[in-house]
Nanobody, 124 residues
Framework: QVQLVESGGGLVVAGGSLRLSCAAS????????MGWFRQAPGKEREFVAA????????YYANSVKGRFTISRDNAKNTAYLQMNSLKPEDTAVYYC?????????????????WGQGTQVTVSS
C-alpha cells in the first residue's frame, strides 16, 4: 500500500517562501513520476508541478513557472516543492501524488495515490 505524507505547509506573507515535503512509503519510490496539485476553496483541484522518476524532467503549471521548483531525493523517498515569491492566489491545500501521467496538459495520478494534503495560506 502506497502512503504519501505531506508536510511543510503554513502561513506566510506574500513574497515569502515555503518548502513542502512528501514522504513516500510502501513500494519502490523510484519507479514513478511524482507530482504536486492544489485545491483552493470553491475551486477544482489543479496541477502544480511534476517530476520524472529520475528527477531529470520537470513540468510546471504556467501560474507557478519561475517561482516554484519541484525536486526529489530518491535515497530519502521524498519529493519536494520549493515555493518562492508566494502570492495570495497560491493559497490552497497542496497535495502530493504518485504515478503521475499526462495526456497533453492534463496531469493525473494513474493509480489514484494521494497524500492527505497540507494547507498553504499566503496573506497579502
Amino acid at each position: 500500500q502506497v502512503q504519501l505524507v505531506e508536510s511543510g505547509g503554513g502561513l506566510v506573507v506574500a513574497g515569502g517562501s515555503l518548502r513542502l515535503s512528501c514522504a513516500a512509503s510502501g513500494r519502490t519510490f523510484t519507479s514513478w513520476a511524482m507530482g504536486w496539485f492544489r485545491q483552493a476553496p470553491g475551486k477544482e483541484r489543479e496541477f502544480v508541478a511534476a517530476i520524472s522518476w529520475s528527477g531529470g524532467i520537470t513540468y510546471y503549471a504556467n501560474s507557478v513557472k519561475g517561482r516554484f521548483t519541484i525536486s526529489r531525493d530518491n535515497a530519502k523517498n521524498t519529493a519536494y516543492l520549493q515555493m518562492n515569491s508566494l502570492k495570495p492566489e497560491d493559497t490552497a491545500v497542496y497535495y502530493c501524488a504518485s504515478d503521475i501521467l499526462n495526456s497533453g496538459s492534463h496531469y493525473y495520478s494513474q493509480n489514484d495515490y494521494w497524500g492527505q494534503g497540507t494547507q498553504v495560506t499566503v496573506s497579502s
